[in-house]
């Protein structure tokens, strides 16, 4: 129905930048909010950054001042800039759209396969 596609994972070292972008394509569909969220190894997955429809967005507390999380809705796509890298960023990066399906008029949620982001010391 739709999928996201991520790039822009890899490995860095510390005080590095990456970017990572989401793509979302497939049946048509208004977007409500894109998030991205990470999984470290051994612990739960944590929002890492979302930013609502009306462009409002949050951060969460570890990466506020680092991280940037923009969109292009021509693309319908979501960017997660990533400045001064730190060790402990290092986790599967999950992008998440949450969408109005407009040929069914239904709300559902949608998350990329995931990109491994590694920063070394």
């Known amino acids: 129905q739709v999928q996201l596609v991520e790039s822009g994972g890899g490995l860095v070292q510390a005080g590095g930048s990456l970017r990572l972008s989401c793509a979302a394509s497939g049946m048509p569909f208004g977007i409500n909010a894109f998030g991205w969220y990470r999984q470290a190894s051994g612990k739960q997955r944590e929002l890492v950054a979302g930013?609502?429809?009306?462009?409002?967005?949050n951060y969460a507390d570890s990466v506020k001042g680092r991280f940037t999380i923009s969109t292009d809705i021509a693309k319908n796509t979501v960017y997660l800039q990533m400045n001064s890298l730190k060790p402990e960023d290092t986790a599967v990066y999950y992008c998440?759209?949450?969408?109005?399906?407009?040929?069914?008029?239904?709300?559902?949620?949608?998350w990329g396969q995931g990109t491994q982001v590694t920063v070394s010391s």
């Open positions: 930013i609502s429809s009306g462009g409002s967005t």
């Open positions: 998440n759209a949450d969408l109005l399906l407009i040929t069914r008029m239904r709300r559902q949620e949608y």
